[in-house]
């Protein structure tokens, strides 16, 4: 069995860094996430962009 409590640690390059301070005003080095956080935010369960969520409806072959 897996162990979901393993953390996951991504080392920021100077560029990401520098991006994060100034987006934010701290200052990062590197992002821990523990393995079911990382795979909420690659696979999430639910599908929304901000306010929206996107539904697809499919129409009948007349177009109508």
């Known amino acids: 069995m897996e162990n979901?409590?393993?953390r996951i640690r991504?080392?920021?390059?100077?560029e990401q860094t520098q991006q994060i301070k100034k987006a934010s005003g701290q200052s990062v080095d590197a992002l821990e996430f523990s393995v079911q956080?990382?795979?909420?935010?690659?696979?999430?369960?639910g599908f929304t962009y901000g306010a929206i969520k996107w539904t697809y409806t499919p129409q009948d072959a007349s177009g109508a």
């Open 4 to 6: 979901l409590e393993a």
């Open 10 to 14: 991504i080392e920021l390059t100077d």
């Open 37 to 45: 956080e990382l795979e909420e935010r690659i696979a999430p369960s």
